[in-house]
């Protein structure tokens, strides 16, 4: 691993526990009865968020395995 790949491991790692610490903010939202709807949906809407940037960048940790192939 470089440089570059140890930094984006590490972002992935931060971006996983702000997308888990989300996920909890949302229960104890709505375990409480007093559920502000549109404050749930903004913390929905910033977990997908995260989850796509996520995404993105576990996609550059990957190597595109259809290019890599040799005939």
Avoid: C, W
Avoid at 6 to 17: F, G, M, P, S, T
Avoid at 22 to 34: N, Q, R, S, V, W
């Amino acid at each position: 691993m470089n440089l570059a790949e140890d930094d984006n491991l590490i972002k992935i790692q931060q971006l996983r526990v702000q997308h888990r610490d989300l996920d909890d903010a949302i229960a104890a939202l709505i375990a409480t009865g007093t559920t502000n709807l549109l404050q749930v949906k903004r913390l929905k809407k910033q977990k997908l968020f995260l989850r796509d940037i996520i995404a993105k960048l576990e996609d550059k940790r990957l190597p595109d395995i259809i290019a890599s192939v040799s005939y």
